[in-house]
T-cell receptor
Framework: SAVISQKPSRDICQRGTSLTIQCQVDSQVTMMFWYRQQPGQSLTLIATANQGSEATYESGFVIDKFPISRPNLTFSTLTVSNMSPEDSSIYLC?????????????FGQGTRLTVV | QKEVEQDPGPLSVPEGAIVSLNCTYSNSAFQYFMWYRQYSRKGPELLMYTYSSGNKEDGRFTAQVDKSSKYISLFIRDSQPSDSATYLCAMTRYSSASKIIFGSGTRLSIRP
């Protein structure tokens, strides 16, 4: 199974600033995803990070707020821009590993973000 | 109405008890059903994966899918304190990891 390293594991940020979260996978993967997990709520897909092209964003999420990079098949970044306290959440990187079952998604340990 | 509904708990049971966790859903197009376990301050990890209706057993864990009722369950037999975690149901129409819809999770605590 894919091993995912996510940095930072947690951060406390001032409102109005931006934070970039890194996701490194130990093998090449086709699909990488970014999720948000707010307290007491389900995981919500922010976007699919596409290698070599723009990310595909879900309804309610926009590129200006959550720019994503995917320079190669093992690495992606998510930036949370112009942060407000409402952005306080856990952000999770996920990959699909086709060496496993078709629908298996592996997750990083998450980045716990607090905006003050 | 949410696409996937899951009782958030918390659910607290004594060690050795049988645990039943459930989700209901509204989209009849879902075909792939999963249960994830998430320990505190960790990412979710896949526990069970089922295609369409039926049962699947893996050790102490049994997953059930009833598509006619749009209802899925996870049973844990001989529950252990190490089973204490949040359990997330998840489902998708697709045979890939895209567009997975998650329940909000049930927090489970097993008392020694």
């Amino acid at each position: 199974s894919a091993v995912i390293s996510q940095k930072p594991s947690r951060d406390i940020c001032q409102r109005g600033t931006s934070l970039t979260i890194q996701c490194q996978v130990d093998s090449q993967v086709t699909m990488m995803f970014w999720y948000r997990q707010q307290p007491g709520q389900s995981l919500t897909l922010i976007a699919t990070a596409n290698q070599g092209s723009e990310a595909t964003y879900e309804s309610g999420f926009v590129i200006d707020k959550f720019p994503i990079s995917r320079p190669n098949l093992t690495f992606s970044t998510l930036t949370v821009s112009n942060m407000s306290p409402e952005d306080s959440s856990i952000y999770l990187c996920s990959v699909e590993d086709r060496k496993a079952s078709n629908t298996e998604a592996f997750f990083g340990q998450g980045t716990r973000l607090t905006v003050v | 109405q949410k696409e996937v509904e899951q009782d958030p708990g918390p659910l607290s049971v004594p060690e050795g008890a049988i645990v039943s966790l459930n989700c209901t859903y509204s989209n009849s197009a879902f075909q792939y059903f999963m249960w994830y376990r998430q320990y505190s301050r960790k990412g979710p990890e896949l526990l069970m994966y089922t295609y369409s209706s039926g049962n699947k057993e893996d050790g102490r864990f049994t997953a059930q899918v009833d598509k006619s009722s749009k209802y899925i369950s996870l049973f844990i037999r001989d529950s252990q304190p190490s089973d204490s975690a949040t359990y997330l149901c998840a489902m998708t129409r697709y045979s890939s990891a895209s567009k997975i819809i998650f329940g909000s999770g049930t927090r489970l605590s097993i008392r020694p």
